[in-house]
């Protein structure tokens, strides 16, 4: 999300995908249209990953189930949207998180760091996983500027000249953020059902494919 700590080494496209593949990745869930966006990439048969903050698991628990049972895959985001400053912060973040959301995790557990600040790995855990493409779609969230088809440009164009990769979209936003923020759900203009079903027509068009994170080269 915004406010990205400088200090800190971004990951960027980690782990490589094969050729004209697209993997759609969603951080800082779940929120209230987790489970609308999952059933919508069902019905588009593109498998996602959902990177969940453990702060927000109390909230939106239920989408973690229809998350799970339209064939997508539940990944860590840590349990607060902090950077992992270091190694024993990133293993403590991804425990805590992992034990919110144990019995929705796949045998492959799959993590990225708050603002991809933090390029640890953790024995026992697939990543630090980055990406390739954004489309600043938290500026749309916060009411920042930035509009849909804005935001799909920028991914396409990106996923154009790179040929394909990793995308970082959000459902949502950290809980913690809103109450610092002094916000509520209507403050926000959460767009990410929109964003991706145009994005996916976009991509399906260019000639683009969709895989899970586990058609990548790093995959266990
Ligand atoms: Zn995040």
New binding site residues.
Partial sequence: ?NGEPENFRKLSGSPPLPPRCVALTF??GPGPQSADLARLLRQEKVPAMF?V?GENVPLHRGALDVIVDCGHGIAL?GDE?KPFSSAAIAKQQLKRCRAKVRDYLGKAIWF?P??GCGDFAVKGYCGPVGWDADGQDWEITFRQGQNVAGCVNMIVSRLQAINGGIVLL?DYV?ASEMRQKNLSDSDLDLRVIEITSSLIARLRGEGFSFVGLDASVGST
């Fill in positions: 999300m951080d800082d990177f903050l985001h949207h990225r708050p603002y959000h950290p």
